[in-house]
């Protein structure tokens, strides 16, 4: 077995995924020690393990073991470990192997759309740690503009758990989005792609009308955790959304599923 080729692989597809080492020994049931030992060359991953690793990253053990995966380009890169997913995600981390929280200012929400999957793009964007976050998933910070989710003003930078899968999205919850047409959005979201493949995004500001995305346009989930905001909430603000006005919109938005049920199916005929 080529040791310095999957020793290589595996680092890469690791830090690629945005995997600690302690996640990754996590994800395949190891210790941490064992990965610094792979990823050094210290060690000979036996067979059931890179059956694991193969799983996980979705591609094959004859991958891991005989082909150089940093060096492949990015279009083949992503068909040979993508497995059907979301494209890898691209991470930094700091001196200490530990992941940094980089931010998405509003300057580079359009450029973010092109680069979220390129290494190089993310490693320039601003970065910092924030000790309160749990150690255990991944962070990425984005600055939101306008007013369509007051009381959250614009410049308000909204922090995100990365999620793997659009059927996690929780309904009535906030989510960054990066979208294929909308490109990056902070919406409250609600989940309908079992009805009809839809994700319906709803802003607090009641000003602004809810709206329709296909699930399979949606490129990164964020869901959101903290913000930080030089602008303190009013005490008298009223603009939070209560439950009554949630179910409210729950209620229109499964009205409008009926509705396009129906254009389904008349068009159909």
């Not at 050094?40 to 891991?64: C, H, Q, S, W, Y």
């Not at 993310?122 to 009381?151: C, H, V, W």
Request: proline share 4%.
């Amino acid at each position: 077995m080529q040791m310095t080729l999957i020793s290589e692989n595996i680092k890469f597809l690791r830090k690629s995924r945005g995997y600690t080492q302690e996640q990754f020994a996590e994800k395949i049931e190891i210790k941490r020690s064992l990965v610094g030992a792979y990823e050094e060359g210290r060690a000979d991953p036996r067979l059931p393990n890179l059956i694991k690793m193969a799983e996980l990253f979705g591609t094959t053990v004859d991958n891991l073991i005989t082909r150089d995966l940093a060096s492949i380009p990015e279009t083949e890169w992503r068909k040979t470990i993508a497995g059907g997913s979301k494209d890898i995600l691209a991470i930094t981390v700091d001196s200490e192997e530990r992941e940094n929280v980089e931010l998405v200012p509003q300057k580079a929400a359009a450029g973010y759309l092109n680069g979220y999957a390129d290494p190089d793009f993310i490693k320039d964007l601003p970065r910092f740690q924030l000790p309160t976050l749990p150690t255990n998933a991944t962070y990425r910070a984005f600055e939101i503009s306008g007013d369509s989710m007051l009381p959250l003003v614009s410049g308000t930078i909204v922090i995100g758990e990365y999620l793997e899968n659009v059927r996690d999205i929780k309904s009535g919850l906030t989510y960054i989005l990066v979208t294929k047409d909308e490109g990056v959005v902070y919406k409250r979201v609600f989940n309908y792609l079992d009805d009809n493949g839809k994700l319906f995004l709803v802003s607090d500001n009641r000003a602004y009308e809810p709206y329709a995305i296909d699930g399979d346009a949606v490129l990164e989930i964020w869901k959101s955790k903290a913000y930080i905001s030089v602008e303190f909430p009013d005490g008298n603000d009223q603009s939070d959304m209560s439950a009554d006005q949630l179910a409210g919109i729950v209620m229109d938005l499964q009205k409008e599923i009926l509705l396009l049920k129906e254009r389904a199916d008349h068009s159909k005929n």
